[in-house]
């Protein structure tokens, strides 16, 4: 009797567990049918889909400027200027070349024009953010990647982003170690005179 029992219980078991396994293989078509006829499953195409956080009915001017402060180095961005959407993700690249003969340490400072866009600039990559060090002759394409925040003042119409290179203490040509006792190496002391 208890054997009968189980085997009962065995086949209403399997049973069950065979209704739920075509119940979940049912459910992805059902799911389809009840998406295209409610049009929820529309937002899924990738072509309908659409940054939400982009302000297309805007346009920004951004402008590129490059300069260097006592560096032995060419610095330009790869375009002078481009219309870009608050809130859409952009990138530009600048060239760096160290025409030394020697490896040099540089730091990239940014300014804007005007002052209040950098407020609204946000730089999610960019090499002002480290130390550059450049090997002898080095040639680099260096990005910056810079969203422009959709909450900037309707009156700004054009943002001027400018980077200075300036060196970086330290980063000259190697100090001449003299062993002490060579007489015949120059003093770096002065004689008074």
């Known amino acids: 009797m208890f054997f009968r029992e189980n085997q009962t219980m065995f086949r209403k078991l399997a049973v ?26 529309d937002f899924m195409r990738p072509e309908q889909l659409k940054n939400s956080q982009v302000d297309t009915s805007r346009v920004v001017r951004v402008e590129f400027d490059a300069n260097i402060q006592h560096l032995p180095w060419t610095f330009k961005p790869e375009v002078r200027s481009m219309n870009v959407h608050p809130g859409e993700l952009t990138t530009v690249n600048y060239e760096v070349r160290n025409t030394q003969h020697r490896a040099m340490t540089g730091q990239a400072v940014p300014s804007y024009g005007p002052t209040i866009a950098a407020e609204y600039f946000k730089k999610l990559e960019c090499f002002c953010f480290a130390k550059q060090t450049f090997a002898a002759d080095e040639v680099r394409q260096m990005p910056v990647v810079f969203v422009v925040d959709r909450k900037l003042p309707a009156d700004v119409n054009t943002i001027t982003l400018s980077y200075t290179f300036f060196e970086m203490p330290g980063s000259g040509p190697a100090a001449v170690e003299v062993p002490a006792g060579n007489l015949d190496a120059p003093s770096s002391r002065k004689l008074p005179g």
């Open 16 to 41: 069950f567990v065979a209704v739920m396994f075509a119940f979940g293989f049912a459910l992805v078509p059902i799911y389809k049918k009840i998406c295209e006829v409610t049009g929820v499953n």
